[in-house]
């Protein structure tokens, strides 16, 4: 290093770190500071995909997540991969309204998370994966119907009901326990 401010940088390995499967998360929008403590979160389980969900119950949250939030979630969640070591952060895309949700993912891999529903089934390793996670309070029946029409599967995440960000975390564990491990050279 030169004096007088100048920096020199010497890169002595690149590595290529492959893009993991698609699991995009869509949660209900609640609490922006929840909602930023769960795009760490979601970074350091894998996900790739972090949507906010606007549902009937998050249109009164007066602290959640708009548009003008995405940027500095997004930052948390490179924050986070830095220390986790992960190769790739999640995207954290715009809200999304039910109707365009429950259009996504490859439908024999659709999970809504619901208490009254199954334990998660096994998981192919490179299978892609949404995975729909109701705001607090749940969502409405008519949004769950949407849901479960267009071919999600009611998934139980826990003995009892969760807060969005546990149900969202709780499902991120899942499919990262069933995604093969990366190496670490």
Known sequence: M???GDLA?????????PEPPR??????????ERF?????KSAELGVTDLVPLKAERTRSVAAGIREGHLLALQRR???AIKQSGAGWAPRVLAPVDVKFAAAQGVPEYRWLADATGEPPPELPP????????????????????????????????APDLLRFETAALAA???VASQRPR????
């Open 2 to 4: 030169k004096s007088g």
């Open 9 to 17: 940088v010497r890169v002595e390995r690149v590595q290529m770190v």
């Open 23 to 32: 699991f995009a998360l869509v949660v209900g929008a609640g609490d922006k």
């Open 36 to 40: 930023g403590w769960l795009a760490e």
């Open 77 to 79: 969640a490179r924050q």
């Open 126 to 157: 490179t299978a892609p994966l949404v995975v729909v996670v109701g705001p607090e309070g749940g969502l409405i029946p008519a949004e769950r119907e949407i849901f479960l029409a267009a071919g999600f599967r009611r998934v139980r995440l």
């Open 172 to 174: 991120a564990a899942v």
């Open 182 to 185: 990366r190496s670490r050279d």
